[in-house]
């Protein structure tokens, strides 16, 4: 692949980072052409023993799918910060480096004179970006940040799962995921500014800001109302009907969004003399008659079998789908025709299946020759300068 048509080519990206957030800002910076360099510890990333799945179960150290899931891309070199020789070759790396990205805890790297404040004098024009659960400053600033208790200081889990039951965590590590989309924007944006500047400057990423950052409706409903909104199951708190309904052979999505596609639902299932019903005429009352409202549509979509109700109301351009587990998902005939799914090879010959950033370029194209590197591969490279 030509790296000098990737959207960052040229731009050296240094991850002292573990576990997802971090690695999953300098996978997506990898992908759209920075070379990452992966610091890692002699033990290496946490995550490479998360398993099983490994990919590689019968053959060389055991390197774990969730290992794989956010570090394509990458080279590894393995350092103890505790050695003067280590630290020298990591100065070596930073002089060449244009972003540096940590999650330590706060103040973690300062006995290695890796802080912000010590590297800005030595390199000023270095970008440097710190992801913790809970920012550099505030009461919490000290404490660990998990993914998982994230979710349910924001609210997150409160506003997810079946309204009689338990608060539920959303079934993967979003916290953690988008804190390392939020770091990638921030990055970006403070090198385009450093074109103006000529300086870095220390980024301060969140797990709990970016969490509480991507609330949306939900935040501004409690913004406005001063009521704080709970968990509706898969119901929406803002529209009905949204929800998933049952059918003859299982359930599926119904989502409509206006009048209109309301009238049309009902017409499918037959019941249209409702649309002329106070109750159920416009979004607002619907909302208020929610109740009453799934007990009819149940008593019509249990009738039908689940494909042919959607491909009924498909037809009559009502916007629903059905619930794929992730075999069916990736078997889909539109993500099949995307080409979600790359097949990757690394030096050592092992070929791993991956999920690229899903961003399609007219111009330019995605760097995606190497998946996950192994602990330490890259180290001759740098030992020898």
């Not at 270095?126 to 979710?151: E, K």
């Not at 309204?163 to 804190?179: C, L, M, N, R, S």
């Not at 990423?205 to 991507?214: H, K």
Request: hydrophobic share 35%; proline share 7%.
């Amino acid at each position: 692949m030509d790296q000098t048509n990737t959207p960052l080519a040229g731009v050296r990206v240094l991850e002292l980072a573990r576990i997802l957030a971090g690695p999953w800002a300098g996978q997506v910076l990898a992908d759209l052409g920075a070379d990452v360099v992966k610091i890692e510890s002699p033990e290496g990333d946490d995550t490479r023993g998360w398993g099983p799945p490994f990919v590689n179960p019968s053959t060389g150290p055991a390197e774990a799918a969730y290992f794989h899931s956010a570090n394509r891309g990458k080279r590894s070199v393995s350092l103890d910060f505790s050695k003067d020789a280590d630290l020298s070759t990591l100065h070596t790396l930073i002089e060449d480096a244009d972003v540096l990205i940590e999650n330590f805890k706060v103040g973690g790297l300062a006995k290695y004179g890796l802080d912000y404040p010590t590297l800005h004098k030595h390199y000023p024009e270095l970008i440097y970006c710190s992801i913790t659960g809970f920012g550099q400053t505030g009461p919490d600033a000290h404490l660990p940040g998990y993914d998982f208790i994230i979710q349910g200081l924001s609210g997150i889990m409160d506003l997810t799962g079946d309204p009689e039951g338990e608060p539920q965590k959303i079934g993967v590590a979003f916290a953690d995921i988008f804190t390392g989309m939020y770091a990638v924007i921030g990055i970006q944006a403070a090198l385009h500014q450093r074109k103006q500047t000529g300086q870095g400057q220390h980024l301060d990423l969140s797990l709990l800001d970016c969490m509480m950052g991507v609330l949306a409706n939900q935040s501004m409903n409690y913004l406005v109302s001063g009521d704080a909104p709970t968990r509706l199951g898969n119901a929406h708190p803002n529209i009905s009907p949204y929800e998933v309904l049952p059918t003859a052979d299982g359930w599926f999505i119904l989502a409509v969004g206006n009048d209109a596609q309301f009238s049309r639902c009902c017409e499918v299932l037959g019941c249209s003399e409702i649309t002329a019903q106070a109750q159920y005429r416009d979004n607002q009352s619907r909302l208020k008659n929610r109740q009453s409202l799934t007990r009819i549509l149940t008593n019509h979509t249990s009738n039908w079998k689940t494909r042919a109700l959607l491909d009924a109301l498909q037809e009559a351009l009502v916007p629903c789908g059905p619930i794929h587990n992730l075999k069916q998902a990736f078997n889909a005939p539109q993500v099949l025709s995307r080409e979600i799914v790359k097949h990757l090879q690394r030096s050592d010959g092992l070929t791993i299946p991956t999920v690229p950033t899903p961003i399609k370029f007219s111009g330019s194209e995605l760097a995606l020759d190497q998946p996950a590197p192994a602990l330490g591969a890259h180290q001759p490279e740098w030992k020898s300068r």
